[in-house]
Structure formats: C-alpha cells, structure tokens
C-alpha cells in the first residue's frame, strides 16, 4: 500500500478543489497531443489534429481532457486504495483501448506542467514531488491489469 | 526527432525572453530535481547544502544554464559544438544519462511557471526536443 504523509495528502485534496478542470483537462490533454504527436494514434476519430492551433482548438480534445481529469478524482477520493479503484479502468485502457502505459507518463508530464503554470510559485519542489508522486501511483495502478 | 527551422527559431526567440532569468531558472530546476527525484542527490554528496536557494545549488544552476546557453549558441551542430562537455560528462562527471531527462523536465516546469503565457504548446515542444537534443549531444563520448 502506498504511504501518504499529511503534506501528501492535504496537497492532492488541495490542488484538485480548486482545479479549473475545463480548463486544465483540455490543455493538458491537447498539450500532449502537441508535445508528444504520437499520442494522437489513439483519437484518429476526434478530427482535425494537423497542427498546434487545430489541436487547441479542437473541442473533442477539449471534451475529453475533462473526462480524463475527472477520471483523476476516483483516486483523489480513495487515497488509500487507488489500485483496487483503478482495476476496471486498467483492463479497460489494457482491453479495449489498447494504450501504451509510456503515455500516462507523458500525460502526467504535461498536467504537471498545466498545473506548474496555473499555480506559479505555489507550486513549490514539494508540492511539485507531492503530485508527480500522486500520478506516478495513478500510472501504476492503470498499469497494474495488463499483461 | 531533429530540430526543424520552425524548432530553432521557436527555441532562439524562446530563450532571448528567458537569458535574463538563466541563473534562477538553472537554481530553481535543480533545487527541484533534487526534491522530486532524491536518488539525484547521490551526484552531490561533496556539498554540504542541498537545500532549495542555498549557496552550491546556486551556483551549479547557473552553471548548468551557461551550458544550455552555450548549446542554444551551437544549435546547428550540437555534437561537435558540445564536444567537451560530452568529455566531461563521461569520464569524469559519469552522470548516468537518465538524469539529462530527469533535469530537462524539471527545466520545462519552471519555464512553465515562470513564462506561463510564453510557454506555448509549441514552444513547449521546440524546447523538449531542443533538450533532448542537447542530452544526446552530451551523452555523445560516453561508449
């Protein structure tokens, strides 16, 4: 079981209440797309994705970079028990979805920098540690029911 | 994954923005490499203080920084132009190349945090490319 020390705890509780999720599901998601194109491999059905501008603009990535974040809250609200949370969404991104486990890294990678951004300065070494950790153990536990 | 025209001009417009800031970007990076990612610790056992803002952190960011400069001013051929620091890098630094990704992210974070309106998405990737590009430059003489 993963330990949580209070700062750990109370950060996750803290950066997701106040979250702008429309707003940061759509730029994370779509930051991904932009950052790391092969990403795009699984949304061959969401349209126009040729470029940066078309890609931000495009708003089934918008759509569903909030499904993704709100996806995010199961773990916020089952701290202690996020692998047994996740096992049905990991058969399906395992299953039916067929996504490399690489990109939750990569996606991880582009909310931590969304975040960074909207919280400036408050995002501090150990609030920055607190959340990448958070979304490492969410990673795992979407990984865990592959084989 | 080279860097195209529209990549180095993303980068060069991008850094003549940040320059000013090279010193507290290299401190701030490295402050939180050494926070999020402990096992970095194990390069800087030499320094009596590791903590964010103190002294040798300092200085090493801005160390780094001068680096990341002089790669921006070789952009076109980082190979040749990063050549003796690759040397250093591996035989006498013998920093394991997983740690170039490791510092490049935390650089991308404080850019984002202090450039939120410059950061684009395109710059975003112009500079993630830029750093990888500059990793395997320095990863060049290591076998």
Known sequence: MVEWTDFERATIQDIFSKMDYESVGHNALARCLVVYPWTQRYFGNFGNLYNAAAIMGNPKVAAHGVVVLHGLDRAVKNMDNIKATYAELSVLHSEKLHVDPDNFRLLADCLTIVVASRLGTGFTADVQAAFQKFLAVVGAALTKQYH | ?143
């Open chain 2, 1 to 143: 994954m080279s860097l195209s025209a529209k990549d180095k001009n993303a980068i060069k417009g991008f850094w003549d923005k940040i320059a000013p800031e090279a010193e507290n970007i290299g401190a701030d990076a490295l402050a939180r490499m050494l926070v999020v990612y402990p096992q970095t610790k194990t390069y800087f056992s030499h320094w009596q203080d590791l903590s964010p803002g103190s002294a040798p952190v300092r200085k090493h960011g801005k160390t780094v920084m001068s680096g990341v400069a002089e790669a921006v001013s070789k952009i076109d051929d980082l190979t040749n132009g990063l050549l003796t620091l690759s040397e250093l890098h591996a035989f006498q630094l013998r920093v394991d190349p997983a740690n170039f990704k490791i510092l490049s992210h935390n650089l991308l974070v404080v850019l984002a945090i202090q450039f939120p309106s410059d950061f684009t998405p395109e710059v975003h990737v112009a500079m993630d490319k830029f750093l990888s590009a500059v990793a395997l430059a320095l990863s060049e003489k290591y076998r």
